[in-house]
């Protein structure tokens, strides 16, 4: 398959149980590809152990042995330096031999198919693969032709899932907030195109979040995103009035168009989260943001360098999770 | 040199003595440049050794300490992610220190030329080069200049030699069929502009293969050929005849027009192999194929795919011989 | 920030105390932005403890883990393959943990500004930036804002300050020559874009050289340069009388036309570095030079490849010199 030719959507969606793909038959997590199916118990599981290994990248000597011997490849088939750059770290951390992998520039060139890719690299015996995608779908796709033993995690595919980025974000707000039946959390932006939104709803959810509110223009909203179990708000003061927790997302300025956005300025305007708008919500209220923030367009830089922000405190975090996801779907635990 | 600008056979080939090169004194191997004037005992020693290595590839723990402290340059001039990250693997799993280099993005683009990459990576204290090149006789151009105590694996240069594409051919022939005396082996398509045609030729030979014939349209074979001691076929079907392994080679789209072929659909008719073509070997033939596969050009998806087909294996088998080689120059054996 | 669309100096120069910034209170090395400012023990602390690296460099066995569960980043705003390679390689025969960073292909692209940049890589618990920057001011920027316990190595930033290419300069001259104090070291070319060049007359003055020169056409000299404590030449024969050093810069051939400068063959003419020339210095005077060398541009190959070039030892202690500012700056030091 030649990404850059391929459709957008070619790749076929997984069916309604995702879980016999991604659990063992005895429940563990075996690949991590959709937050959407996982129980409450294993959501909570991996944020245990992401615990002890926050503590260690606090140390002197950020390494572990749990992975030594194994190989994990980062089969990225969409530039991302940042996260790419956060898995690499992950499974260096945990002593595992790491390739790189950016199919753009090589076998896609050759016009080798997904399938092709898969094969070889599972015939040089690896043993984890973090794929990124922009076809929804994808990490599925891998996940379903892997042979046993190989596990794959989903770093994005398309406008489906970001699973690790849903996880760490749940990490951030359990650090600072505790309990997630009492908090109220709104999600503000491109809910439309975002994988992001979609695993944070989520993983919000089975985390039974007390309210989950999601904030953005009727353009840049899915159909039927109620069904998704959330409030829906096209006005950003009311949306965030008295909420403990407001996540910002990144407008993808390519996407303005289509949804008939003007201007950044006006989208800043109507959507942009400034220190006057973040006094609506409670006096601790946490900003968070998956990162690059546009700063000026989504959020004022004020309030993303501000005393409410940890979107640092989500990268930190994002190195942890990630680790406590690898080393599991390997079978090991951290000690 | 500009690899970009230079003309493609700038670089002398080496005289009729290559294993005074690749050889130490005592007959042990200090490079590996090409698989010609190789001896049977000391190919038979390189697949021995890589034996252990695949068993151990198939361990939870891939990895030995044997070149610790080592530092391989992977110093590609042509991009082939496939076969930099074979030996990457390989060198990862012995413990090396492991840099990649892409040539035609770094220095060459200051005008250095290939003595002058060679003597700067030398004088950082690494202890082995990985070299693909578009020019023949690159590999031994460097393996002439380097210092003693640094080893040059030739990865592919020009139309010249591949021999670590050739070894483990050979590996996977050896594990599915033993005695090579008693086999009959086809290698059909573009001989003409393939390295790895010609290192496998010289291996089989060696190897004392009972009959190596090549099967390809008049306008894709060197001349003499047969020189090289194999049957000549232009007739698939008839070269496929009674053979116990046949092995594929990759049609360069590119070079179809200097062939005179008219269309990939018109190749596949004369000289892709399918089910039925198939029949015409022995019933256990092997299908092999360097990677990554033009399906619908030379080989038929089923095939490819097929019960026979021992393409992943090889893929799997190269991380073992490559590591097999590499301990090897370096003077170190596995346990 | 994007880098290729900012203006050339945008960042502020650091005042007149850069060492408050790369100083601990108790005077211990912590980060290395430039050599100016530093005293002549640190310089001379530092090329003693690359002494034992020099050594181990030379072993079988080229590694030790004074870095171990250190993560190093070399984030380079400049591609500079070679420079980046000796980084990458100190770093991982020191055990740390390495991760490259392209930024021009990477966050740049999606408008990150350095600081977000660095916010987001500090986030990620790494111990160490070597940073290279079109922009001088880079290096100082980053380490007036990383958090404590993380050290900014300068790989090159703008015209400014190449300090470890400096100190590696010096590292060879004691090597081969001893005593600075009776020494004439003459620096031919292109100084007023050398950053090279400003940080090999701050070394050279802080170790008391004997007598340092400048030679260069008028054009190629920055304004009061005889401020910098050097005697300027502009007649490279008069300039290399009695040397015992004499350090080729290379001539950038985009920088050629600003400096009026007709030809490279008559700059050659003029500054070129012959045998005959040569002569000229004391009998045994070394031939530097920062690599890659235009040969028949700044130097002929003759003398390039000659008996008195150290040029190719200079890559070699290189490698050396940036391990021991690497263990320094960590806090640790090599047995």
New interface residues.
Partial sequence: MNPAAAPAERLPLPGPLPNALQLTADGKLRHLLTVEGLSRELLTEILDNAESFANM???????VPLL????VVNLFFE?S??TR??F??AA??LSA?V?N?NVS???AV???SLL?TL???E???VDMFVVRHQQSGAAHFMARHVEPGISVLNAGDGRHAHPTQALLDMFTIRRFKGDFTRLKVAIVGDILHSRVARSQIHALNILQTGEVRVVAPRSLLPAHVADLGVHVFHNLEQGLRDVDVVIMLRLQRERMEHAHLPSEHEYFQLFGLTRRRLHLATPGCLVMHP????RGVEIDSAVADGAQSVI??Q??F??AVRMAVMSMVMGVRSA
Same sequence: chains 1, 2, 3.
């Fill in positions: 990248n606090e140390k002197a000597v950020k390494k030594r011997g194994k190989t530039a330096t940042r750059t956060t690499e770290l260096k951390r031999d390739l992998i520039t090589s076998a050759k016009g080798e092709d094969r070889n690299l015939a040089m015996n990162g690059p923030a546009n640092l405190q990268v930190t994002g190195i």
